[in-house]
């Protein structure tokens, strides 16, 4: 059996992308959606192909072991997952490639790459998984001009793959010290071992690293109470180029501003997330589930409100437009689906569901399969509408690699909003962003779901998905991306909930933020990162 | 009926401090707890005793109106409300009080105030309710030579109990608009004529205000999941000396670190916060409580961390030692005795308490007269345990100023630690300050409860009484401060969970709080409050 090898340019394992077959089943889906569309796709592309500009650095002796300069690995670190990097990588242009690509396996290897960074001015961009949406892993050249008068000697991407152990279990407190570089499944695999779960499990689940996680406030599958990585730290380790921050494990504090929440969100611009103890628990033994179809959506959104303020916690609260239901082929009828789940390792959730079920019905949802009240282990139960949507969820970062290949422009994006303010943002959200792709593109498609709610809000998830043009893909999908960005700062929503801020979201991101709190991130970042070499163009601007 | 008068020395109103007759009560339940002690009261201080130096700046024409330099004013303003404080006042020792004290009714009296400040080298204080326990609101004099190298030219207390409205409301959503300076029960009452509750319950309520609450990181009556104000928060209005951090009202957000974790818990070092959108909801209709004894405090200890894991998230969740139960007359025998109670606006909580029960009673817990299911308006529900607790929770610090009219040392500290370490640090803090008690006073009491818990660990709060020594109070005191102070940190615990850090607590936090961090809070500082004016000697130092 071959070993899985990580695309250099789409989503995940280059073995895991839809085959041939599996792209004319998409096409199918697609063309059921868009008018006179005939797809053609181009084969996915080969590392052999690819040619990069020479690298203008080179790893001092000291670091040479760790360093690599080879095609592949350069090319894989170029970009993260949105469509402009896979549209890029796709057809092969890695202009940012990174000069080199570093893999520290502890913190001396860490210092030692930060001393040489700021010895010889040159830009560190940390790298989790690299599935960031938001270019916040590109060595996005454009900060050179931003941040220094003469520019970088060179970039380096700052891989932390190799630091991806459990080091340490505390089953009294039900929490675990894992290291930055550990991925979903390698870090769930440690933790098995002791018989305990994260339960995080962002979409990116597979790839992305805890390290990024808090770098980023990274959402995971609760719906509600701890929908962001920032609800699970107990402490962390961030290691910055001149010094150290490490939290107390606590948990809970009133001593002072929280040194976890400036950790958390700083997106590798103030160091790096070499540790984190993070809140585990046992396995979930019980769990409830069903799914429930509403002719009008805004009685769907009404329901998912009540549910929000009802202090019920359900793990799993996705509320499905139409057009998302269809795109993931769940219902083809243009109704939306709500999903509503519950889990414990404590107890049995049939009293939480039957309030959940009682609150459907009376905003006129009408029930499909459930509600089911299973055993978590029993797999059976994911034969349901939620199951499907589970597959279709790990599966759609795949299907978007397979459709950019099909000529088809495919992103997302998503914010939180109070619920006062939902329905109007949405509307205005949904119409402008399908007449621009009208005007642009022709025709397209979008869809939204809730990602996660809570008693003041929910957090809108949007897919949009419209027939590419070809030689103005770049152009096009920066128009709808800023008809989006510029409604949510409208409306005031926030301009991303847990796909981070990066390069992509930064202009709508200085909109947001205070000022003054800017300030404050910037007198944070002297301090700890004076020479400016951490991910330049992430968040800060330099003077 | 006379005006309620908020005492100018000890705790809340005047008129609520205990009489003659309710303090031989108190005489005579502290004499069941220590040996051979006769207790015998001074009469209360009168405002017309009290003579203050002459203060040293007077308000400029602009201010005037707004500025008071009465004895009462200044007296009323000098101290906060731990130990240290009550005995000063008592005593008649104001000699930090402040110059002048300010109440402003709007922002622009607060920018008024601030360019005063900035132009005259005045300290600003920072008052929301004067219940700190920590020397938050202090006029601290030794931070003059902390802090310039000339000192400043004089110190003025900013009173906020004019703003103090609740501005707006969000029904949908649940949220309210309210200013800094309302207090428990105004902001209570104002939400009340809109149907709505805020539920956050420090032992302060009556007095403390919401602006201090997020300034300080208050703790609520909430035992799990919404425990801090911190959680409440959906967006903050703080006003610097140079600018203002007005962040955004939303649900959740992953735009880089937390805006509003930044100014929760500055303690009024970076700016005051004039305003807050606060997550809200409706009265609790339904209502299930029960108590229990424990024999051996060890298992009750396993019984509320395997509640706190359970994922059932209670309203109230408290242990109390056998010590704590007898300080509040709730039990004689030694027992510890268990709060447990689920309150929901939605549903019955029926599910919820009998699953509570079984863990209780897995544990070897006795029940006492529960479990109760009441509907929330229905009073009786307080004649158990449940309800002894509450009404001497807030009359406890009542009994403190009292006890300290009768020559009593009697004062709190509180922390959070993770479950693994928690009975090594509990029994350490106990014996030593126990000891420490013994040798200094001759013989003391240490009681302990649980006031919030989280999955990963309890939050303990400390009670110790002893006879003070006269002449030697202070020195006492301190010596106990210290022995505890040193034993949380030594044992990897907060030095506050929610009293937050003020002057008293400094010396621990700086030890606490990792270097790099602190650098963070002085470079915000510097850049927020550049002529560092504000609250001068709490949280950072100058250099």
């Known amino acids: 059996m071959s070993e899985k090898i990580r695309s250099y340019w789409g989503w995940g394992w280059e073995q895991a992308l839809p085959d041939d077959k599996a792209k004319e089943v998409l096409a ?206 107990e402490s962390v380790t961030m290691l910055t180029p001149n010094s150290e921050i490490k939290t107390r494990r606590l948990p809970g504090s009133g001593a002072g501003p929280s040194p976890d929440r400036f950790c958390i969100g700083s997106e590798g611009s103030m160091g790096i997330i070499t540790e984190a103890w993070i809140k585990v628990q046992t396995p979930p033994q019980f769990r409830s589930s069903l799914s429930a179809r509403f002719k009008d959506y805004n009685q769907a959104v009404d329901a998912v409100r009540a549910i929000s303020q009802a202090g019920l916690y359900p793990s799993n609260c996705r509320l499905l437009d139409g057009n998302e239901a269809l795109l993931n082929g769940i219902s083809m009828n243009g109704e939306s689906i709500f999903l509503l789940a519950f889990e414990s390792s404590d107890h049995d959730t049939t009293a939480w569901m039957e309030r959940g079920v009682e609150i459907v019905s009376e905003f006129g949802g009408q029930l499909g399969r459930g509600p089911q009240y299973k055993n978590a282990g029993d797999r059976a139960n994911r034969e349901d509408e939620s199951g499907s949507w589970r597959e279709s969820f790990f599966a759609a970062p795949y299907r978007q690699s397979a459709l950019v290949s099909m000529g088809m422009m495919a992103d997302t994006f998503e914010t939180a909003i109070t619920w006062d303010k939902f329905h109007a943002l949405h509307e205005t959200v949904i119409s402008r962003v399908q007449a621009t792709m009208n005007e642009l593109c022709g025709q397209g498609l979008i869809s939204c779901r809730f990602t996660h709610v809570y008693p003041d809000g929910p957090a809108p998830y949007y897919t949009f998905i419209a027939p590419a043009i070809e030689g103005k893909e770049i152009e096009n999908w920066q128009a709808i991306k800023k008809i989006a960005g510029d409604t949510l700062y409208e409306f005031g929503a926030t301009i991303t909930h847990h796909h981070a801020v990066g390069r992509m979201h930064k202009p709508w991101y200085k909109k947001q933020s205070p000022d003054a709190f800017s300030s404050v991130l910037k007198a944070s970042k002297k301090q700890l990162d004076p020479k400016w070499i951490l991910n330049p163009g992430v968040l800060i601007d330099a003077d």
Not at 102 to 110: K, Q, Y
């Open 28 to 233: 199918a889906l697609i063309s059921m959606s868009f008018k006179g569309l005939t797809l053609t796709h181009k084969p996915y592309p080969n590392i052999e192909s690819v040619t990069l500009a020479p690298s203008q650095i080179h790893a001092p002796a000291q670091l040479e072991d760790i360093a690599s300069s080879s095609i592949y690995d350069r090319a894989s670190h170029t970009y993260g997952k949105s469509y402009l990097d896979i549209f890029k990588g796709f057809h092969g242009d890695f202009s940012n490639a990174p000069d080199l690509v570093v893999f520290p396996s502890n913190s001396d290897d860490i210092k030692a790459i930060y001393q040489w960074a700021q010895d010889c001015n040159i830009a560190l961009v940390p790298y989790g998984g690299g599935t960031s949406v938001v270019q916040g892993t590109e060595c996005y050249r454009g900060a050179d001009r931003e941040c220094t008068s003469e520019g970088y000697a060179g970039w380096v991407s700052l891989d932390m793959k190799k630091m991806d152990r459990v080091l340490e279990i505390d089953q009294t407190s039900k929490a675990a010290l894992i290291q930055g570089g550990a991925t979903g499944p390698v870090l769930q695999e440690q933790l098995a071992e002791h018989g305990l779960t994260l339960r995080h499990y962002p979409q990116s689940f597979e790839f992305s690293t805890l390290g990024g996680w808090v770098a980023t406030r990274a959402g995971g599958h609760f719906a509600t109470l701890y929908t962001h990585i920032d609800d699970l730290v």
